[in-house]
C-alpha cells in the first residue's frame, strides 16, 4: 500500500542488536502539507503479543551480565505461604535486607523479580535476578524463609538472555505486574533513525527483502551476509499481514566482540524453546533428589557453604 512502509526499530544493548520491523501508515496533518509516520493499529496489536517478552529481554541484556546471579527462592515447609499477597511481602522484606547489604558493600543494587507458583506443584516460589558485587552467602543469607535456594551467574549465549528474560515476563495470573524491577534499572531505548548503525541495518529492510525473508528465499548464510559483521541468531520471526499488505520481523543479530559463555545454562530455565536436552539434575541437584528423605536433601546455599560443586553428591 502506498500509505504504508517499513519501519526498522533498532535496539542496541551489550553483545547484541535486536531489531524490530513493523508497518508505519502515512499521517497528514489537517492542513495537508506536512507528512509524518506513526504505527497503524493493526500493526501496533502484532507488536504488542511480544512487547512484554522483549521489553524484559532488553532489561536483562542493558543491566545485567556474567556478574550478576539468577536465584530461586523457595519456602520451609514450617513457614510456607500459599498467599501470593504474604509472597509478595515476603519480597519486600527481602529486598530491603539486600539494599542494606549492598549499601554496606559499596556495590550497585539492581534486581528485577517475579513471584509465581509451580506448574505441577502449585508452590508458590521466586525468582530473582541480582546484580554483582556482594558474596552470594550474604544474597543467599538474606532469605529468612528458608535455605532452599538455588543460584548461579548469569550466562551470556548466542541469544544472549532472551529465554531468562521471557520467563520473568510470561507471568500474568498472580499480579496486576508479572515482573518488579529496581527503578535504577537503564531503560531498552531504540537507537535514532538518523544514527548510522541504524541507517545501515535498516536499509537491509526492504519490501523485497522482507518478502524474500517470508518466502525463505534467502538461506540463512545469505540472511547472515545481509548484515555485516554480525551474526544471525537463532529464533528469528518473519509474518505477513494482508490486512495492510506489509511484512513484521524480529531478529537478534550477535556483535562480533559478544562475550558468550562456555555453555548456554541459565537462559534456559527449561522454557520450551531452547535448553531441554541439558543435564538438569546436574544443574540443580535437589529435583532429582525430591523423593528422597528430608534430611538427605542439600540445598544450592547449603552445597555452596560446605564448598561443593554442583551435581556433586
Known sequence: MANTKQKAIVYDMPGMIEVDVCAHKKVRSRGGSRVTWAPTSKAQQR?????????????VNLNFDDTSYAIELDYAPGVYTDSMEEAQGHMRNYIRRLRRIYKKAGAIFKYIYT???????????????????????????????????WAQHLEFSENGYTDLGAYYAKRQEAFERCFTCSQNLERPQPLAEDDAECRRISRVFTKKNCKDFYEHNFTRAEMAA??????????????????????????????PDANIASWATTVTYNSGTIGDDYPWDELRPEESMAGKAEEQYYSAYERMMRGEKYGES
Not at 507488536?47 to 532489561?59: A, D, L, S
Not at 545481509?226 to 556483535?255: A, T
Open 47 to 59: 507488536v504488542n503479543e511480544m512487547r512484554r517478552k522483549r521489553y524484559v529481554t532488553r532489561i
Open 115 to 149: 513471584t509465581e507458583r509451580g506448574e505441577e506443584s502449585g508452590r508458590v516460589h521466586h525468582h530473582i535476578i541480582v546484580s554483582g558485587g556482594v558474596p552470594l552467602e550474604d544474597i543467599l543469607g538474606a532469605w529468612k524463609m528458608s535455605k532452599r535456594c
Open 226 to 255: 545481509l548484515f555485516g559483521g554480525y551474526k544471525l541468531c537463532d529464533g528469528w520471526s518473519c509474518s505477513y499481514n494482508p490486512y495492510d499488505h506489509s511484512y513484521y520481523m524480529h531478529l537478534r543479530l550477535l556483535k
